[in-house]
T-cell receptor
């Protein structure tokens, strides 16, 4: 069966520090991968998505970047965090080329930038 | 670009009342449409979906019909329960780009 792992669950970082959040999927190949940020009053905002290794589409220009070094690995990064980067980050996947399929979400990372 | 607009919450209802949560979308093609639900303390889960015009998705007493002419996918339930209290997200899946866009969510509070 397929599983998605996202870590860490919580993270407290000072302003200006770097960030790396990792997400891996098991039990499937060539998934579509997504990074979302969930903030109160702003719903679920799509940050990045990827349909294949090295293929990253950015939805919101900002202080973050994403990479997909392996088929089932999706990394969210920042070189210097801002206060406004605080939020709840969710990784998600669904089968590639299956646009009608539902998303499977990771358990999320609560990031607090102080 | 693609977008989803949902009615602002919270929506506050008494048990057994009729529920409508409005959702409209903007898309260049013919997207698939979804409703996701997030119960308190839990992750998002798919509630229902529709993949083409005039399709009706249904689950747990909830229904939504894909209306191409009004670009809408309103969520309805005839008689809500306290256990339906949650945040509901409307979403679309762009067929050309594979991206999945969510609305801002609507919080539903049902009181006994």
């Amino acid at each position: 069966s397929q599983t998605i792992h996202q870590w860490p669950a919580t993270l407290v970082q000072p302003v200006g520090s770097p960030l790396s959040l990792e997400c891996t999927v098991e039990g499937t190949s060539n998934p579509n991968l997504y990074w979302y940020r969930q903030a109160a009053g702003r719903g679920l905002q799509l940050l990045f998505y990827s349909v294949g290794i090295g293929q990253i589409s950015s939805e919101v220009p900002q202080n973050l970047s994403a990479s997909r070094p392996q088929d089932r690995q999706f990394i969210l990064s920042s070189k210097k965090l801002l206060l406004s980067d605080s939020g709840f980050y969710l990784c998600a996947w669904r089968p590639g080329q299956s646009l009608n399929e539902k998303l499977f979400f990771g358990s999320g990372t609560q990031l607090s930038v102080l | 670009g693609d977008s989803v607009t949902q009615m602002e919450g919270p929506v506050t209802l008494s048990e057994e009342a009729f529920l409508t949560i409005n959702c409209t979308y903007t898309a260049t093609g013919y997207p698939s449409l979804f409703w996701y639900v997030q119960y308190p303390g839990e992750g998002l889960q798919l509630l229902l979906k529709a993949t083409k015009a005039d399709d009706k998705g249904s689950n747990k007493g909830f229904e939504a019909t894909y209306r191409k002419e009004t670009t809408s996918f309103h969520l309805e339930k005839g008689s809500v329960q306290v256990s339906d209290s949650a945040v509901y997200f409307c979403a679309l899946s762009d067929r050309d780009t594979d991206k999945l866009i969510f609305g801002t969510g609507t919080r539903l509070q049902v009181f006994p």
